[in-house]
């Protein structure tokens, strides 16, 4: 489908060669890691991008130009032919903003080992999706200690930070008063700044009010004396 299908090929053949290592723990980190990246290459990287920053418009330029807008030639739309399949039109990033909505690795794990690849999800062994995962988060610069990552240490490794997630603190600034409208002016508490001002202006219009009730009565009077 793309062009990196040459790529994928040798890394796939990479991986065939490597088998986890039991006599060096962090060389098995190693080999996990590059299992990691191959598996990723092979299944994730069309939605996710070559450096895990999501299906951007730079991503797709990257791709052989008759398949940069796959979804118009309807081999990965809805209606894709029987050998083709879906991909969304957007994909996240999978850096800390994503990794954030897991409390720890096992979290992470236990959806896409049910929801990934997009196109066939849980379609993986256990092994591919603990080695994806661990490309993902040593790529976002998370090491978790000298053995591969897996069930036996997932779940006591954190990936939200204590900040993360929580409530904003409320503001100290207190918010200003909305000012207050002639119906609501009647109703502040007697006695209070508030209040006072709020009748001296009452008060005032209805004397200006008054006034210009006053003044039409003369005027009318006066029309009514000379008629």
């Given at each position: 489908?793309?062009?990196?299908?040459?790529?994928?090929?040798?890394?796939?053949?990479?991986?065939?060669?490597?088998?986890?290592?039991?006599?060096?723990?962090?060389?098995?980190?190693?080999?996990?890691?590059?299992?990691?990246?191959?598996?990723?290459g092979?299944?994730?990287?069309?939605?996710?991008?070559?450096?895990?920053?999501?299906?951007?418009?730079?991503?797709?330029?990257?791709?052989?130009?008759?398949?940069?807008?796959?979804?118009?030639?309807?081999?990965?739309?809805?209606?894709?032919?029987?050998?083709?399949?879906?991909?969304?039109?957007?994909?996240?990033?999978?850096?800390?903003?994503?990794?954030?909505?897991?409390?720890?690795?096992?979290?992470?794990?236990?959806?896409?080992?049910?929801?990934?690849?997009?196109?066939?999800?849980?379609?993986?062994?256990?092994?591919?999706?603990?080695?994806?995962?661990?490309y993902?988060?040593?790529?976002?610069?998370?090491?978790?200690?000298?053995?591969?990552?897996?069930?036996?240490?997932?779940?006591?490794?954190?990936?939200?930070?204590?900040?993360?997630g929580?409530?904003?603190?409320?503001?100290?600034?207190?918010?200003?008063?909305?000012?207050?409208?002639?119906g609501?002016?009647?109703?502040?508490?007697?006695?209070?700044?508030?209040?006072?001002?709020?009748?001296?202006?009452?008060?005032?219009?209805a004397?200006?009010?008054?006034?210009?009730?006053?003044g039409?009565?003369?005027?009318?009077?006066?029309?009514?004396?000379?008629?």
């Amino acid at each position: 489908m793309l062009c990196l299908g040459a790529a994928a090929t040798a890394g796939a053949v990479e991986a065939a060669r490597l088998e986890p290592s039991a006599a060096d723990p962090a060389q098995a980190v190693e080999d996990q890691l590059v299992r990691g990246r191959v598996a990723y290459g092979l299944n994730c990287i069309s939605c996710h991008a070559n450096r895990l920053q999501g299906l951007t418009d730079e991503w797709r330029a990257q791709w052989d130009p008759d398949h940069q807008d796959c979804w118009k030639s309807k081999c990965h739309s809805f209606n894709h032919p029987p050998d083709g399949f879906i991909i969304p039109r957007w994909a996240p990033p999978l850096r800390e903003e994503m990794l954030a909505k897991y409390a720890t690795a096992a979290d992470m794990f236990d959806y896409i080992a049910v929801a990934m690849p997009y196109q066939e999800p849980g379609v993986l062994s256990d092994e591919k999706y603990w080695d994806i995962e661990a490309y993902i988060l040593h790529e976002n610069g998370l090491r978790w200690g000298k053995e591969p990552l897996g069930p036996a240490n997932a779940s006591v490794i954190p990936l939200r930070g204590p900040d993360q997630g929580e409530p904003q603190a409320a503001d100290a600034t207190p918010s200003p008063q909305p000012t207050a409208t002639p119906g609501e002016a009647l109703s502040q508490p007697a006695g209070s700044p508030e209040g006072e001002a709020s009748r001296a202006w009452v008060v005032l219009v209805a004397g200006l009010i008054g006034l210009l009730a006053a003044g039409g009565g003369l005027g009318l009077w006066r029309r009514r004396a000379k008629g």
